[in-house]
């Protein structure tokens, strides 16, 4: 009963997901080709999202589910971090033609193949926890 919230919330976020289009193949080529800006404008209101919710999480000390402070460390060197970790996570993308929170979208909504996608996602995630110490962070 208590993760029934974060299951109506998953729920949800499918629902926008498909509602929004965001989960289209398509979709996702047409911003790989720089064919539309309709997937520039969702991703830009998230990081806009995220700018605004981080500022409110520092500003007023909000907590997460559980009570425990959030919590946001300084990291050295991440422009070659994120220029890596990005063309990995973009490569992948394009390949598959779906990022996680849609990946998972496609399967609930009958799209089978990505079913593979998925697997190879749990085992990347898999792998990296296996190596993460060995990675530059």
């Known amino acids: 009963m208590k993760l029934l919230k974060f299951l109506l919330l998953g729920i949800l976020f499918g629902i926008v ?3 929004s289009e965001v989960f289209s193949w398509y979709r996702i080529q047409e911003m790989f080709r720089f064919q539309a800006f309709h997937m520039y404008g969702i991703i830009g209101t998230a990081v806009i999202t995220g700018i605004v919710g981080v500022f409110f999480i520092k500003k007023y000390g909000i907590r997460d589910y559980s009570g425990d402070q959030i919590l946001f460390f300084p990291k050295d060197n991440s422009i070659p971090r994120y220029l890596i970790g990005g ?12 990022c996680p ?3 998972v979208v ?3 909504f009958g799209y089978l193949p990505f079913i593979v996608v998925f ?3 749990i085992i990347g995630t898999y792998l990296y926890g296996l190596f993460k110490d060995k990675l530059p962070h």
């Open 17 to 19: 997901m498909v509602k």
């Open 87 to 98: 063309i990995i996570f973009g490569l992948g993308w394009a390949l598959s033609g779906a």
């Open 101 to 103: 929170g849609p990946m």
């Open 106 to 108: 496609n399967i609930g």
């Open 119 to 121: 697997v190879f996602a």
